[in-house]
């Protein structure tokens, strides 16, 4: 299963200005007519429900301000207890290369040309109590070690269709053109330690499709060692996006709902290659203490990585055609119009992606705000299956030129390198449009 479509600022769902607004929702209309600039929206994102604050403590030895959680001046039940039962880290980037907004007589029509990349990680907590606590447990059992990955081209062509003066639906349709899929999940991992050899049985199962006739020069024991290129376009698929918005002005004044579930679809791949794991225990040399002197968090992260396929003990195996799905998304909005100034509304937005191995919801409350006619600002505040989140989005949207960027989430403290110090959550989401 595919780990991701595609994404736009979820913050700019309520305002009327902003040219994206039918990718969240198709009954959305846009207020002018446009042409995107080449590469002109682009949104990037992290996730994650843990941070640096999870792996680095203070140390304040040998002239070292911070150890990682592997030292051994570190307590196991004080790192094990702060971590969730899994940890996840989803990335995603989403370029358009063109899009077109028009408006017609009943409605709006819009035009895109879009790439999607994503990528999810995901380490149940007993992954990090074997790194940690090592041979103070002779056994261990575990499953949902993971990864998973897709990226593809987007064709899409939507239509918002006013029914009635209250009632807007809306559709887009998406030629999809696939580029790679790949997804491994750890099913079942049992251990066991002793101070002499280490074996573990694990219980894999994945999947790899990539862009073209590639294939995969394996080794004796199935393991990839060698990569052949040959593009061609011959990975498709198709994708759904519907919606509807209602303005309740004909039963109260002020409030309006709106509805919309996107990312219906799949892509089919002619080749793909099975991923399981051998079935015979094996000898496996675990991970070690690590030296507080060596503070480099990459080189750690990279060790812990290795390991983390080594235990897998995984082989590749050529197979036939191959069907991967969107992860889809809901949302249900409500906005409400202030009564003592119009140009000012509350809004409330649930959004769920259906997905099995990286589910995720999201409930925000919205403050927007139209000072002047070309002018929109928004803040929101909510919670996450990520955690808590502060979302804002600046859209200036004057006939000619039109410039918008905002965050879903963002980030308030980091590290001298930039990077957030509790939960790894930050995006930015920018676009230049010519509005005529």
């Not at 035009?111 to 999607?116: P, Q, R, Y």
């Not at 079942?188 to 074996?199: F, G, V």
């Not at 390991?307 to 889809?328: I, V």
């Not at 963002?410 to 449009?433: D, E, H, I, R």
């Given at each position: 299963?595919?780990?991701?479509?595609?994404?736009?600022?979820?913050?700019?769902?309520?305002?009327?200005?902003?040219?994206?607004?039918?990718?969240?929702?198709?009954?959305?209309?846009?207020?002018?007519?446009?042409?995107?600039?080449?590469?002109?929206?682009?949104?990037?994102?992290?996730?994650?429900?843990?941070?640096?604050?999870?792996?680095?403590?203070?140390?304040?030895?040998?002239?070292?301000?911070?150890?990682?959680?592997?030292?051994?001046?570190?307590?196991?039940?004080?790192?094990?207890?702060?971590?969730?039962?899994?940890?996840?880290?989803?990335?995603?980037?989403?370029?358009?290369?063109?899009?077109?907004?028009?408006?017609?007589?009943?409605?709006?029509?819009?035009?895109?040309?879009?790439?999607?990349?994503?990528?999810?990680?995901?380490?149940?907590?007993?992954?990090?109590?074997?790194?940690?606590?090592?041979?103070?447990?002779?056994?261990?059992?575990?499953?949902?070690?993971?990864?998973?990955?897709?990226?593809?081209?987007?064709?899409?062509?939507?239509?918002?269709?006013?029914?009635?003066?209250?009632?807007?639906?809306?559709?887009?349709?998406?030629?999809?053109?696939?580029?790679?899929?790949?997804?491994?999940?750890?099913?079942?991992?049992?251990?066991?330690?002793?101070?002499?050899?280490?074996?573990?049985?694990?219980?894999?199962?994945?999947?790899?499709?990539?862009?073209?006739?590639?294939?995969?020069?394996?080794?004796?024991?199935?393991?990839?060692?060698?990569?052949?290129?040959?593009?061609?376009?011959?990975?498709?698929?198709?994708?759904?996006d519907l919606g509807a918005e209602y303005n309740m002005g004909n039963l109260v004044d002020g409030p309006?709902?709106?509805?919309?579930?996107?990312?219906?679809?799949?892509?089919?791949?002619?080749?793909?290659?099975?991923?399981?794991?051998?079935?015979?225990?094996?000898?496996?040399?675990?991970?070690?203490?690590?030296?507080?002197?060596?503070?480099?968090?990459?080189?750690?992260?990279?060790?812990?990585?290795?390991?983390?396929?080594?235990?897998?003990?995984?082989?590749?195996?050529?197979?036939?055609?191959?069907?991967?799905?969107?992860?889809?998304?809901?949302?249900?909005?409500?906005?409400?119009?202030?009564?003592?100034?119009?140009?000012?509304?509350?809004?409330?937005?649930?959004?769920?992606?259906?997905?099995?191995?990286?589910?995720?919801?999201?409930?925000?409350?919205?403050?927007?705000?139209?000072?002047?006619?070309?002018?929109?600002?928004?803040?929101?505040?909510?919670?996450?299956?990520?955690?808590?989140?502060?979302?804002?989005?600046?859209?200036?949207?004057?006939?000619?030129?039109?410039?918008?960027?905002?965050?879903?989430?963002?980030?308030?403290?980091?590290?001298?390198?930039?990077?957030?110090?509790?939960?790894?959550?930050?995006?930015?989401?920018?676009?230049?449009?010519?509005?005529?």
């Open positions: 299963m595919a780990p991701l479509g595609a994404q736009t600022l979820t913050s700019g769902y309520f305002l009327e200005g902003n040219s994206l607004r039918p990718w969240l929702n198709p009954a959305f209309e846009g207020e002018h007519n446009y042409i995107a600039f080449p590469l002109g929206n682009v949104t990037l994102g992290v996730n994650s429900n843990v941070g640096v604050s999870n792996f680095l403590y203070p140390y304040n030895r040998d002239g070292y301000a911070l150890t990682t959680f592997m030292s051994s001046t570190v307590d196991a039940n004080e790192f094990l207890n702060a971590l969730p039962q899994q940890t996840r880290i989803d990335e995603h980037l989403d370029l358009t290369l063109m899009a077109i907004g028009a408006k017609t007589k009943n409605g709006y029509n819009t035009f895109n040309v879009s790439l999607h990349e994503g990528l999810g990680f995901f380490m149940p907590k007993e992954f990090f109590e074997l790194a940690k606590r090592g041979l103070s447990k002779e056994t261990y059992s575990f499953s949902g070690l993971g990864a998973k990955a897709q990226a593809y081209g987007d064709i899409a062509f939507g239509h918002s269709h006013r029914v009635t003066d209250n009632l807007k639906i809306g559709g887009r349709a998406h030629l999809l053109l696939g580029i790679g899929s790949a997804s491994v999940v750890l099913d079942k991992l049992n251990m066991n330690l002793n101070e002499t050899s280490w074996t573990a049985e694990a219980q894999a199962t994945g999947r790899l499709a990539l862009i073209g006739n590639t294939k995969l020069t394996l080794d004796e024991d199935g393991f990839p060692e060698d990569i052949q290129f040959s593009p061609s376009i011959n990975s498709f698929g198709l994708g759904l309006s709902l709106s509805m919309a579930l996107t990312d219906l679809g799949f892509v089919k791949w002619p080749t793909s290659y099975a991923i399981g794991s051998h079935e015979a225990a094996f000898e496996y040399t675990g991970l070690g203490e690590i030296d507080p002197d060596n503070m480099n968090i990459e080189e750690q992260v990279s060790e812990i990585g290795e390991s983390a396929l080594d235990l897998m003990n995984l082989y590749f195996q050529p197979e036939g055609k191959h069907s991967t799905k969107l992860s889809p998304m809901f949302r249900l909005g409500a906005d409400y119009k202030m009564p003592f100034w119009d140009k000012m509304s509350a809004s409330l937005l649930y959004t769920k992606r259906f997905d099995k191995l990286t589910p995720y919801s999201d409930g925000r409350l919205f403050v927007n705000i139209a000072p002047l006619p070309f002018l929109e600002l928004t803040a929101n505040v909510g919670a996450s299956t990520y955690g808590t989140e502060f979302g804002w989005m600046f859209n200036l949207h004057p006939k000619g030129v039109q410039l918008f960027f905002g965050s879903d989430f963002a980030v308030f403290k980091v590290t001298p390198q930039y990077v957030p110090v509790n939960k790894l959550n930050a995006s930015l989401c920018m676009g230049l449009n010519i509005a005529f």
